[in-house]
């Protein structure tokens, strides 16, 4: 499988099918919790009750699914390889939530690339990703695929 280059901001032309890569780890913390709710508006009891969570399948709290997927996505950021380069994030496809994310838990993902669209009328075209969420125990805690607009190289 071919591997992305270790420099920063991939144009559009630079993707190619096939590429893959992992990112750093970001373990999920109880600030991270606390301040996605104050954020989101979302305190279900779930996320935010230790004594309600314990009665709960989980047996505790667990972070919200749409604070992972944020996560997921400044770890795709942090990789660099979008960095300068996106337009825009344009769709989240087929996503699933596998799996919970307990506190402390680490989580990375791995993304590649399933295709590229030219989207010349854009400047540049869309890349679209699979993209696995995993945790420390090698687990898959969600997956799909995101639709990327990415610049062309300049000319």
């Given at each position: 499988?071919?591997k992305?280059?270790?420099r920063?901001?991939?144009?559009f032309?630079?993707?190619?099918?096939?590429?893959?890569?992992?990112?750093?780890?970001?373990?999920?913390?109880?600030?991270?919790?606390?301040?996605?709710?104050?954020?989101?508006?979302?305190?279900?009891?779930?996320?935010?009750?230790?004594?309600?969570?314990?009665?709960?399948f989980?047996?505790?709290?667990?972070?919200?699914?749409?604070?992972?997927?944020?996560?997921?996505?400044?770890l795709?950021?942090?990789?660099?390889?979008?960095?300068?380069?996106v337009?825009?994030?344009?769709?989240?496809r087929?996503?699933?939530?596998?799996q919970?994310?307990?506190?402390?838990?680490?989580?990375?993902?791995?993304?590649?690339?399933?295709?590229?669209?030219?989207?010349?009328r854009?400047?540049?075209g869309?890349?679209?990703?699979r993209?696995?969420?995993?945790?420390?125990?090698?687990?898959?805690?969600?997956k799909?695929?995101?639709?990327?607009?990415?610049?062309?190289?300049?000319?």
């Amino acid at each position: 499988m071919a591997k992305f280059e270790a420099r920063r901001g991939l144009y559009f032309e630079e993707f190619e099918v096939g590429q893959q890569m992992s990112t750093v780890g970001r373990t999920i913390t109880e600030a991270d919790v606390v301040n996605f709710a104050g954020v989101s508006g979302d305190y279900n009891l779930i996320h935010t009750d230790l004594p309600y969570s314990e009665a709960t399948f989980f047996e505790q709290r667990v972070a919200h699914g749409l604070l992972v997927l944020s996560v997921a996505s400044g770890l795709a950021m942090r990789s660099g390889l979008l960095e300068g380069t996106v337009i825009a994030w344009r769709d989240i496809r087929d996503w699933r939530f596998s799996q919970p994310v307990l506190f402390g838990d680490t989580v990375h993902a791995e993304m590649e690339v399933v295709e590229t669209k030219p989207m010349p009328r854009l400047g540049g075209g869309q890349v679209d990703l699979r993209i696995k969420v995993i945790n420390q125990e090698d687990k898959i805690v969600m997956k799909g695929n995101w639709g990327i607009l990415v610049m062309n190289a300049p000319k």
